[in-house]
C-alpha cells in the first residue's frame, strides 16, 4: 500500500483575517501580499468546506478541511488559481 502525507499549514505561522470566502468569491489583495511574506497564514470560508491559505516556496497552498477533517491540500501559483480549484472540486457557495 502506498502512503503519502497530505500537507498541513504550518502551526508556526501567525493568523491573519480571511483572505476570501465563496460567499461574494472577493479576495483581499491585501492580505494576499502580506501571505507573499511567508510568515502567515489565513482562513477561505466555504459552505461545504473551509481552508486554511498561506504562501511557501513561492506558491500559496491551500489547507481543505470538510466535517473537521484534513482532506486535501490545493497548491498553485496564484490564489485566484486556488479558488477555481478549490471551487470545482469542493463546491462554489
Known amino acids: 500500500m502506498e502512503q503519502y502525507v497530505i500537507e498541513e499549514c504550518p502551526q508556526k505561522l501567525e493568523p491573519i483575517p480571511e483572505v476570501m470566502s465563496n460567499f461574494d468569491h472577493v479576495i483581499d489583495r491585501e492580505i494576499e501580499n502580506k501571505l507573499r511574506e511567508g510568515k502567515y497564514c489565513s482562513s477561505y470560508t466555504a459552505w ?44 462554489s457557495d
Open 48 to 91: 461545504n468546506f473551509y481552508g486554511f491559505i498561506w504562501f511557501e516556496d513561492n506558491r500559496f497552498k491551500c489547507q481543505i478541511n470538510q466535517y473537521g477533517k484534513h482532506i486535501s491540500t490545493l497548491e498553485a501559483d496564484t490564489i485566484d488559481e486556488i479558488m477555481n480549484e478549490a471551487c470545482t472540486n469542493y463546491g
